[in-house]
C-alpha cells in the first residue's frame, strides 16, 4: 500500500527557533498534500493544502508567515514552523493524496507525524 | 459551516463482541467519507470508506454503513480484538478534497 513518511519523528526545540517537517509519499506521486495539527485527545485540524509547484493554501486562522510551506516536488512537502513558541507544541500529522493509476479512491494516506515540543 | 461529529467520545466493549461507532455529518451534498483508525502517537490509519452512491461497504471485520436521509455514518467491527483498540475518526470529503475530521471515538477493548 501507499507508504508516507515524516522526518523527524520528534523535535525538541528553544523557544524562538526554527523548526523543518518533512512529509515524503515513498511509492506514488502526489500533487497535493495537507498539513494537521493534533493536540492531545482531540481531533486533527487541517492547517493548509499543499500543492506542488504552487502556493500553499491556509486554513482561517493559520499564519502562513509562521508556518512555511514548499512543495518542491511531487514527493515533498515541508513545513516550517517559524519563530516556534511553547504554544505551537503539538502533533503535526501530513497526508499526501493518491490520484494515480486511474483509480477512483482519491484516498489520503497519512505520514506517522511528528511531535513537536517547545521549551 | 461543514462539521462532522460523532455521538460517542468513548466505547469500551468485551473482546470478541462486535463494536459500533456512529458519526453524524452535516453537509448533506458530501459524496464521499472515510473511516481512520489511530493509534497513540501514530497517524491516521485508512479502514475503509464510501461512496454516498452506496448505503453499506464491507471491508475485513469491518463495514461502513452510510444513511443519507439522516446524515449518519457508522462503522461496525466484528469480534473486536484488543489490537483494535485505539481512536476512530470518521472523515467527510470537503471542498478541494479536503478532509474534515469528526471528534473521534476512543474505542476500549477489554481482553
Known amino acids: 500500500g501507499a507508504v508516507v513518511s515524516q522526518h523527524p519523528s520528534r523535535v525538541i526545540c528553544k523557544s524562538g527557533t526554527s523548526v523543518k517537517i518533512e512529509c515524503r509519499s515513498l511509492?506514488?506521486?502526489?500533487?497535493?498534500m495537507f498539513w494537521y495539527r493534533q493536540f492531545p485527545k482531540q481531533s486533527l485540524m487541517l492547517m493548509a493544502t499543499?500543492?506542488?509547484?504552487?502556493?500553499?493554501?491556509?486554513e482561517q486562522g493559520v499564519e502562513k508567515d509562521k508556518f512555511l510551506i514548499n512543495h518542491a516536488s511531487l514527493t515533498l512537502s515541508t513545513l516550517t514552523v517559524t519563530s516556534a513558541h511553547p504554544e505551537d507544541s503539538s502533533f503535526y500529522i501530513c497526508?499526501?493524496?493518491?490520484?494515480?493509476?486511474?483509480?477512483?479512491?482519491?484516498?489520503?494516506?497519512f505520514g506517522p507525524g511528528t511531535r513537536l515540543t517547545v521549551l | 459551516g461543514e462539521s462532522v461529529g460523532l455521538h460517542l467520545p468513548t466505547l469500551s466493549v468485551q473482546e470478541g463482541d462486535n463494536s459500533i461507532i456512529n458519526c453524524a455529518y452535516s453537509?448533506?451534498?458530501?459524496?464521499?467519507f472515510i473511516w481512520y483508525k489511530q493509534e497513540s502517537g501514530k497517524g491516521p490509519q485508512f479502514i475503509i470508506d464510501?461512496?454516498?452512491?452506496?448505503d453499506k461497504r464491507q471491508g475485513q471485520r469491518v463495514t461502513v454503513l452510510l444513511n443519507k436521509t439522516v446524515k449518519h455514518l457508522s462503522l461496525q467491527i466484528a469480534a473486536t480484538q484488543p489490537g483494535d483498540s485505539a481512536v476512530y475518526f470518521c472523515?467527510?470529503?470537503?471542498?478541494?478534497?479536503?478532509?474534515?475530521f469528526g471528534q473521534g471515538t476512543e474505542l476500549s477493548v477489554k481482553p
Open positions: 511509492d506514488f506521486q502526489a500533487t497535493t
Open positions: 497526508s499526501a493524496r493518491d490520484e494515480g493509476s486511474g483509480g477512483t479512491t482519491d484516498t489520503q494516506y
Open positions: 472523515a467527510e470529503r470537503g471542498q478541494g478534497g479536503k478532509l474534515i
Open positions: 464510501i461512496r454516498s452512491n452506496m
Open positions: 499543499s500543492n506542488e509547484g504552487s502556493k500553499a493554501t491556509y
Open positions: 453537509n448533506s451534498a458530501s459524496d464521499y
